[in-house]
Protein backbone atom coordinates (compact mmCIF):
# COMPACT_ATOMS: atom_id res chain seq x y z
CA UNK A 1 0.00 0.00 0.00
CA UNK A 2 2.03 3.27 -1.04
CA UNK A 3 1.46 6.38 -2.92
CA UNK A 4 3.87 7.49 -5.50
CA UNK A 5 4.22 11.24 -6.42
CA UNK A 6 5.93 12.02 -9.39
CA UNK A 7 6.51 14.99 -11.88
CA UNK A 8 8.54 17.89 -10.16
CA UNK A 9 11.69 19.22 -11.66
CA UNK A 10 13.16 22.58 -12.46
CA UNK A 11 10.71 25.43 -14.09
CA UNK A 12 11.03 28.96 -14.76
CA UNK A 13 8.29 31.38 -13.04
CA UNK A 14 5.08 31.45 -15.37
CA UNK A 15 5.48 28.06 -16.13
CA UNK A 16 4.01 24.64 -15.25
CA UNK A 17 4.30 21.47 -14.18
CA UNK A 18 2.29 18.30 -13.52
CA UNK A 19 2.53 16.68 -10.56
CA UNK A 20 1.14 12.92 -10.10
CA UNK A 21 -0.09 10.73 -7.10
CA UNK A 22 -0.23 7.29 -8.34
CA UNK A 23 -1.75 4.41 -5.50
CA UNK A 24 -0.69 0.86 -5.57
CA UNK A 25 -1.86 -1.88 -3.24
CA UNK A 26 -5.12 0.25 -2.52
CA UNK A 27 -8.43 2.33 -4.58
CA UNK A 28 -8.52 5.79 -4.28
CA UNK A 29 -12.43 5.54 -4.47
CA UNK A 30 -12.96 5.80 -1.02
CA UNK A 31 -10.15 7.87 -0.05
CA UNK A 32 -9.71 11.90 -0.14
CA UNK A 33 -6.35 13.00 -1.78
CA UNK A 34 -4.67 15.87 -0.36
CA UNK A 35 -1.70 17.58 -1.77
CA UNK A 36 1.01 19.16 1.12
CA UNK A 37 3.88 21.15 0.26
CA UNK A 38 6.83 21.70 2.54
CA UNK A 39 9.46 24.63 1.50
CA UNK A 40 12.80 24.86 3.12
CA UNK A 41 12.86 26.18 6.81
CA UNK A 42 8.81 26.37 7.01
CA UNK A 43 6.10 24.60 8.00
CA UNK A 44 4.13 22.34 5.72
CA UNK A 45 1.02 23.56 4.05
CA UNK A 46 -1.80 22.00 2.49
CA UNK A 47 -1.80 23.22 -0.90
CA UNK A 48 -5.09 21.27 -2.13
CA UNK A 49 -7.68 18.57 -1.63
CA UNK A 50 -10.23 16.51 -3.75
CA UNK A 51 -12.92 14.60 -1.85
CA UNK A 52 -13.76 11.10 -2.59
CA UNK A 53 -17.77 11.20 -2.28
CA UNK A 54 -18.20 13.94 -4.73
CA UNK A 55 -14.96 14.96 -6.09
CA UNK A 56 -15.26 18.39 -4.03
CA UNK A 57 -12.04 20.46 -4.36
CA UNK A 58 -10.25 22.84 -1.51
CA UNK A 59 -7.37 25.27 -2.62
CA UNK A 60 -5.12 27.04 -0.65
CA UNK A 61 -5.82 30.78 -1.29
CA UNK A 62 -2.53 31.14 -2.49
CA UNK A 63 -2.29 28.54 -5.24
CA UNK A 64 -6.55 29.26 -6.26
CA UNK A 65 -6.79 29.95 -10.01
CA UNK A 66 -3.24 28.53 -10.83
CA UNK A 67 -3.50 24.97 -9.57
CA UNK A 68 -5.75 22.31 -10.36
CA UNK A 69 -6.06 18.91 -8.54
CA UNK A 70 -7.92 16.17 -10.61
CA UNK A 71 -8.61 12.25 -10.55
CA UNK A 72 -8.59 9.89 -13.02
CA UNK A 73 -9.81 6.72 -11.67
CA UNK A 74 -9.09 4.41 -14.34
CA UNK A 75 -5.35 4.91 -13.74
CA UNK A 76 -5.79 4.80 -9.97
CA UNK A 77 -3.82 8.29 -9.85
CA UNK A 78 -4.32 12.16 -8.58
CA UNK A 79 -2.59 15.10 -10.63
CA UNK A 80 -1.93 18.75 -9.28
CA UNK A 81 -1.93 20.60 -12.30
CA UNK A 82 0.21 23.74 -11.50
CA UNK A 83 -0.05 26.88 -13.83
CA UNK A 84 1.84 30.73 -13.34
CA UNK A 85 4.57 29.29 -11.11
CA UNK A 86 5.73 31.59 -8.63
CA UNK A 87 9.11 31.18 -6.92
CA UNK A 88 7.42 31.10 -3.80
CA UNK A 89 5.76 27.59 -5.08
CA UNK A 90 9.51 26.12 -4.73
CA UNK A 91 9.13 23.15 -1.98
CA UNK A 92 9.02 19.33 -2.13
CA UNK A 93 5.75 18.56 -2.75
CA UNK A 94 3.78 15.51 -0.81
CA UNK A 95 0.64 13.61 -1.83
CA UNK A 96 -1.54 11.64 1.04
CA UNK A 97 -4.63 9.92 1.18
CA UNK A 98 -7.33 9.92 4.08
CA UNK A 99 -10.00 6.80 4.49
CA UNK A 100 -13.68 8.42 4.57
CA UNK A 101 -14.75 8.58 8.03
CA UNK A 102 -11.15 9.16 9.36
CA UNK A 103 -9.33 11.90 10.75
CA UNK A 104 -6.59 11.65 9.31
CA UNK A 105 -4.44 10.97 6.28
CA UNK A 106 -3.35 7.68 7.00
CA UNK A 107 -0.78 7.17 3.94
CA UNK A 108 2.12 9.27 2.43
CA UNK A 109 3.82 9.83 -0.87
CA UNK A 110 7.65 9.93 -0.87
CA UNK A 111 7.55 13.73 -2.01
CA UNK A 112 8.72 15.41 -5.39
CA UNK A 113 10.84 19.04 -5.25
CA UNK A 114 9.39 21.32 -7.48
CA UNK A 115 12.07 24.52 -7.91
CA UNK A 116 11.03 27.38 -9.56
CA UNK A 117 13.67 30.08 -10.35
CA UNK A 118 14.77 31.88 -13.55
Known amino acids: VQLQASGGGLVQPGGSLRLSCAAS????????IGWFRQAPGKEREGVSR????????YYADSVKGRFTISRDVAKNTIYLQMNSLKPEDTAVYYC????????????WGQGTLVTVSS
Open 50 to 57: ISSSDGST
Open 96 to 107: AAQRSGRSSYEI
Open 25 to 32: GFTLDYYA
